[in-house]
Nanobody, 114 residues
C-alpha cells in the first residue's frame, strides 16, 4: 500500500512559478515509476510528466521546456517545478505511483490567473 500526498498548489499569475511536491509513504519508493497528471474542468485527466525508477523523464508537449519533474528517493518525494505558467495550466494536479499496482494522490489545485 502506498499513500501519496500532494502539496504546493495555489494561485499564481501568468508567467509565475510553482513547485509541487508528492510525498509517498508505505512502500519502497525507489522502485515506483512516478507521474504528474492534471485534470481541468470538463476535460479528461492527462499526463503532464513522468519519471521512471531509473530517472528517465518524459513530458507532454504542452509543458516541455517549462516544467521539470524530479525525484528524491531519500525523501520519498517527487517534484514538479512549473515555470512560465499559463492560464491553460489551470487544473487539479495529481501524483501517480506505478509498480505492481497503481496509486493516486488526492490532487492539488493550481490556478493561473491575473
Amino acid at each position: 500500500q502506498v499513500q501519496l500526498v500532494e502539496s504546493g498548489g495555489g494561485l499564481v499569475q501568468p508567467g509565475g512559478s510553482l513547485r509541487l511536491s508528492c510525498a509517498a509513504s508505505g512502500s519502497i519508493f525507489s522502485v515506483y515509476a512516478m507521474g504528474w497528471y492534471r485534470q481541468a474542468p470538463g476535460k479528461q485527466r492527462e499526463l503532464v510528466a513522468g519519471i521512471s525508477s531509473g530517472g528517465r523523464t518524459n513530458y507532454a508537449d504542452s509543458v516541455k521546456g517549462r516544467f521539470t519533474i524530479s525525484r528524491d528517493n531519500a525523501k520519498n518525494t517527487v517534484y514538479l517545478q512549473m515555470n512560465s505558467l499559463k492560464p491553460e495550466d489551470t487544473a487539479v494536479y495529481y501524483c501517480k505511483a506505478t509498480w505492481t499496482l497503481v496509486y493516486w494522490g488526492q490532487g492539488t489545485q493550481v490556478t493561473v490567473s491575473s
